[in-house]
């Protein structure tokens, strides 16, 4: 208005003639105080503010109007407050970085004029957080309006990475982002660099449902997910002088912008104590007498979907004592013990997987357990009986339980006690709901995998929840006399309650969670299989239509289209749209085009922009110069004996010594290889530890060798995330899967590298199976022993005639020629004297013919190019919105529901 020339003198909102629709009416003068009269100047301020309203700031997308009861009784006020916010957030430039800069003086408190990179990003995250806040609220208000059957996906580990261009991409925002921060002086990838990946997670576990929280979104199925906020998360990891050290990965140093705090949303969370027995109305009530007792707060972060105004939740606890402060005991002097109980508490929720080779440890790791789940089934239950106060016939009807891996099983009889002692229903009802509300995932097939904890440690911290898994047991022992009769050896298998050798009992959750689930199932076929046939195979005799298969995926926005944008526009181009973003089976078109020379060249092309990026990266974070025109092999996953991160290095030293002992003709005829190991190994594995230092070790010996030059390089990509995944992925040419056939469950990093044309060198193990069957055996380098003859190779293995390539790797290893020779020891002894549990001598002749095919077929680009895009081409059925389609149709029985848009 002062542009215009006019003052605005005063403003009101009044109602019409009928009270019902709300007006704004502005009272305008000029500058002298005079009026506007001519009707020229009258049509100018018109056509001004139309231009000004319409155009400067964009267009207003209008927010749906829900018939929820309010609070406010008031029709008028009601309107009111929905008139003053009726539309989303507006997305064009200047709104854009009005916003930015509000965050920036009133948020964070700086000054406009001088904000730094971090201070920007903070800034951005909180203007795009305002934008999914209103998604939020419309969505679970729309939930709470309709009432759907709801999925609760409850996992300790949700790996979530970064969030700033993941959420710009879903919601289509990304160049408008990135133009006004440009003007404003800032670069967006810049400013992306300041995020730190949210360390909520330790690999596959947490990444998967990361990745299943995306498809939900997307898909518009009513969904939350559970978990902990952990202080600390999974540690840091710096590699010095070739060993792993852990340092705490407090990336909540400076808040995180994404969360919304909900100090109204807290739960008691009881442990310890004793239990005592009581009548109340003609029935035996059981009443758990706490002896120590947290807060659980939540914490909540909005879930975008793409392509949808759907936005659902990932409601996080944390750990808060009862009592902040004990007063009584600080005006006595008791310093300490006046905040000992707050530290106590909140040490509940510090880090991500305490080491549990002590008591303490155990304790603490249970601990975590309880108070996740305890807090989940409270505020499930809250939500469930505030909208159906009355009855609890409808809970399976509104409720679904996904229980990630045997972590949430506590949450069993936790809900039992929930139900029985604390809502009054009887044994029979309660048991009657868990076994209709929870579904179980397993995750392993290693029977020392599967999580026990010793009875004595139950029978103290949750006493209660000890005496219902004894009744749940001795009830579901009948039911197997009855099936069986007294086979007392069956029933001692399958008893949830594990009789030790020296008289120790144990409570086998993995069991419990069978027991009470109406759905179990394995990750990929060959795992669902394996598990049918071992772990579970008299579970499965019993409960034969509980078992399925679910095969893992990965969301295919954030592991192809969005940390790939080059691939991602050159699909889109030959497919002739972008809608296999949602639909992945759309890939399948690639096929046809896989002989094209002209895309051979462009996907060609489009690798090696990423190999640069990758290369300068390893550079950054390692001081190693690699040679962008090598074949880049990966393998990056956690570091454990089974995925034999140790077969790929004993690979390297042979290629490494093949090379030393070449003429230089010969040496001409190479293919360049470098070759990226990264990955974390947990702080009390130590033998994991030895192959990290032994993987630093050979890559000093070969990085420094004159001889080889750029011939072979080998890394170790220290502290190996999300975002450096999203680097590394595009980029490789070549990755590694290859684990013992039989012991991987399913991987999910194979199918990421597959989506972005990376071709496989693997056992048939996990998902590498079915990759061979959607993308083709031919397009991937297998190699090995099959599950079905691993058992008998390892009853051989001591009689197996070694290769002599095997054997001179180890000799040199022991030799001492890599250094440290007496710390590799117990490695070489591991897969010689020690019997090879994992058959890398087995193994090792097939994974370097397998490796010289691979050689060779890099020499032809025509045919590798091929093979690259008809890998990409044959990953549609990896994608996590086919898997979470498969759990809502066949396990949760769970419908999308879609924000409705007015017109």
């Not at 209709?436 to 995750?443: I, L």
């Not at 922009?609 to 290369?615: I, N, S, T």
Request: glycine letters at 6%; aromatic letters at 10%.
């Amino acid at each position: 208005m002062r542009d215009l020339g006019l003052v605005v003198n005063k403003a009101i909102v009044e109602t019409d003639s009928q009270n019902k629709k709300i007006a704004d009416k502005f009272f305008v003068t000029k500058r002298d105080g005079g009026k506007v009269t001519e009707a020229e100047e009258v049509n100018n301020i018109k056509r001004v503010l139309e231009v000004l309203l319409k155009g400067r700031a964009g267009p207003s997308t209008p927010r749906p109007k829900f018939t929820t009861v309010s609070i406010q009784q008031d029709e008028n006020k009601r309107e009111l407050l929905y008139t003053l916010m009726d539309t989303y957030r507006k997305n064009d430039v200047l709104s854009i970085q009005e916003s930015i800069v509000n965050h920036v003086e009133y948020t964070l408190a700086r000054t406009r004029q001088q904000f730094d990179d971090f201070e920007c990003y903070q800034a951005a995250a909180y203007s795009l957080r305002d934008r999914l806040i209103e998604m939020w609220n419309d969505t679970q208000t729309y939930f709470k309006e309709q009432d759907p059957k709801r999925v609760y996906y409850l996992s300790m580990e949700f790996l979530m990475g970064r969030s700033l261009l993941n959420t710009l991409y879903n919601l289509g925002i990304k160049d408008q982002y990135a133009e006004a921060l440009s003007e404003l002086g800032y670069d967006l990838e810049t400013i992306a660099e300041q995020e730190r990946d949210a360390a909520l997670g330790n690999g596959g576990l947490g990444r998967l449902a990361a990745c299943f929280l995306d498809s939900m979104a997307t898909l518009n199925l009513p969904a939350w997910g559970y978990g902990i906020r952990y202080s600390y998360g999974m540690f840091r990891q710096s590699i010095v002088n070739g060993f792993q050290h852990e340092q705490p990965d407090y990336w909540l140093t400076f808040g995180n912008p994404w969360e919304i705090e909900r100090l109204i949303v807290s739960y008691p969370i009881k442990f310890y104590g004793h239990v005592s027995v009581h009548q109340e109305e003609g029935r035996q009530v059981f009443r758990w007498n706490a002896g120590e007792q947290v807060t659980a707060v939540a914490y909540d972060n909005p879930i975008p979907g793409f392509k949808t105004r759907n936005c659902i939740n990932l409601r996080l606890w944390a750990a808060k004592p009862s009592r902040e402060f004990d007063l009584e005991a600080f005006n006595t002097g008791d310093y300490v013990q006046a905040i000992l109980g707050k530290q106590r508490a909140e040490t509940l929720s510090s880090v991500l997987y305490p080491d549990d080779r002590t008591y303490e440890g155990k304790e603490l790791r249970l601990k975590q357990q309880h108070f996740f789940v305890s807090a989940t089934l409270q505020d499930v239950i809250r939500r469930y009986k505030e909208a159906h106060p009355n009855t609890w016939d409808l809970l399976p009807e509104r409720v679904a339980f996904q229980l990630n891996d045997t972590h949430p099983t506590i949450a069993v009889p936790e809900l039992m006690r929930l139900l029985m002692d604390e809502n009054k229903l009887g044994w029979t009802a309660s048991w009657d709901i868990c076994t209709k509300v929870f579904a179980f995932t397993n995750h392993t097939v290693l029977p020392e995998a599967l999580e026990r904890w010793p009875v004595s440690l139950m029978e103290k911290l949750l006493p209660r929840h000890m005496q219902i898994v004894y009744d749940i047991n001795w009830r579901f022992l009948q039911q197997v006399r009855a099936k069986y009769g007294d086979d007392w050896e069956r029933i001692g298998r399958m008893s949830i309650i594990e009789d030790g050798a020296h008289g120790d009992k144990h409570v086998r959750m993995a069991y419990l969670a069978a027991v009470a689930s109406h759905t179990v199932n394995g990750v990929a076929a060959i795992h669902s299989d394996i598990i049918k046939n071992t772990i579970f195979k008299d579970f499965a005799d019993l409960f034969p239509g509980k078992f399925q298969n679910k095969t893992n995926g990965v969301t295919q926005r954030r592991w192809l289209a969005f940390c790939n944008p080059p691939l991602r526009k050159l699909i889109s181009q030959t497919l002739g749209s972008d809608s296999w973003i949602t639909d992945l089976s759309q890939l399948e078109g690639l096929r046809n085009h896989a002989n094209d020379p002209k895309l051979q060249a462009a996907w060609r092309a489009v690798k090696a922009q990423a190999k640069q990026r990758a290369a300068a990266k390893i550079h950054d974070l390692t001081g190693v110069k690699v040679n962008p025109s090598a074949v880049f092999d990966v393998q990056v996953k956690r570091i454990h004996e089974y995925k034999r991160q140790l077969l790929n290095v004993l690979g390297i030293i042979h290629r490494y010594d093949e090379i030393k002992k070449m003429t230089q003709e010969q040496r001409s005829k190479v293919v360049p290889r470098v070759c990226v190991i990264g990955g974390k190994a947990a702080p009390g594995y130590e033998m994991a530890k030895r192959i990290i230092k032994l993987i630093c070790a050979v890559g000093e010996k070969i990085n420094n060798d004159k001889d080889v030059g750029d011939l072979l390089k080998l890394v170790f990509y220290p502290d190996y995330n999300v975002s450096g995944a999203e680097i590394l992925i595009p980029a490789s040419e070549l990755s590694q899967h290859i684990s013992t056939a039989g012991t991987e469950a399913s991987g999910t990093s194979n199918m990421k590298f597959q989506m972005n044309g990376c071709l496989i060198i693997g056992t048939l193990d996990g998902a590498n199976i079915e990759i061979a069957e959607e993308g083709g055996a031919d397009n991937m380098f297998i190699f090995g022993a099959k599950a079905d003859q691993v058992p008998q190779l390892r009853a051989e293995r001591k009689s197996l005639q070694v290769d002599p390539r095997f054997t001179h790797v180890v000799d040199m290893v022991r030799s001492g020629y890599f250094g440290w020779e007496d710390y590799f020891g117990p490695i070489m002894d591991a897969i010689t004297s020690g019997g090879d549990y994992y058959l890398v001598a087995n193994d090792f002749p097939g994974y370097l013919d397998a490796q010289a095919k691979v050689d060779e077929t890099y020499k032809d680009h025509a045919k590798w190019d091929r093979m690259s895009i008809m890998m990409t081409a044959g990953s549609g059925k990896f994608s996590t919105d086919r898997t979470i389609n498969e759990y809502a149709n066949e396990i949760w029985n769970v419908k999308p529901s879609v924000v409705p848009q007015p017109e």
